[in-house]
């Protein structure tokens, strides 16, 4: 029996690996994750073939114009464009810079229980009005915490090493200059440091 063909229907471009986290649990420093990610330059980039852009990293928004970039390479507005951030540097400035890019969707990442609140609140007050639907991430052992808390919110819950996707190609843009072009509300290399918490 022949093998049946992978269809790939989303696209998640990470902007860089560059994060001002540190979770111990992150895909992107485990090779057999990273390993699957092709490196490619902004000019070979195609959106055309796929019903789904996700632009993550790292942390994309310390780099605002590159995910600018790669919004403007978008096919068509039918195409969802979708944002994965962890929400520290999402100020109103930036959620009206990513409204104006029609970004449709932002998915926020939780990672440390202590600081979901006040995440969360600046997330909403940054995206109050705006026509942008938000998600919220978060691991799966907090799922009765977070419903609890937040009922209101739309949640996806993951487990850990939960990295792939079968729909989904993964791209790492490799061609910006290193040190460019770092978001003015970039406030550190770490806000802080998550150790594993499996
Ligand atoms: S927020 Fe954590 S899991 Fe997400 S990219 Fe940064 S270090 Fe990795």
Redesign the pocket.
């Known amino acids: 029996m022949g093998l049946t063909p992978i269809s790939y229907d989303t696209l998640r471009v990470l902007i860089g690996y560059e994060?001002?986290?540190?979770?111990g649990?992150?895909?992107?420093?485990q090779p057999r994750f990273r390993n699957g990610i092709r490196p490619t330059r902004l000019a070979d980039l195609d959106l055309s073939p796929y019903k789904v852009v996700c632009v993550?990293?790292?942390?994309p928004l310390l780099h605002l114009h590159r995910v600018r970039q790669v919004a403007r390479l978008r096919a068509n507005r039918s195409q969802l464009f979708v944002l994965y951030t962890?929400g520290t540097l999402l100020t109103r400035g930036v959620a009206q810079s990513l409204a104006a890019m029609r970004v449709d969707a932002i998915n926020v990442?939780l990672?440390q229980p202590s600081q979901f609140g006040y995440i969360i609140s600046n997330v909403e007050v940054a995206c109050k009005d705006l026509p942008i639907k938000l998600r919220y991430h978060a691991q799966e052992r907090l799922e009765g915490q977070c419903l609890k808390m937040w009922p209101h919110l739309s949640w996806r819950f993951w487990r850990m090493n939960d990295c792939n996707r079968a729909n989904e190609r993964r791209v790492v843009l490799t061609d910006w200059a290193p040190q460019g072009g770092v978001n003015a509300n970039f406030v550190g290399p770490r806000l802080y440091s998550?150790a594993q918490t499996k």
């Open positions: 994060c001002n986290l540190g979770c649990y992150c895909c992107n420093e993550s990293g790292g942390e962890n990442g990672h998550l």
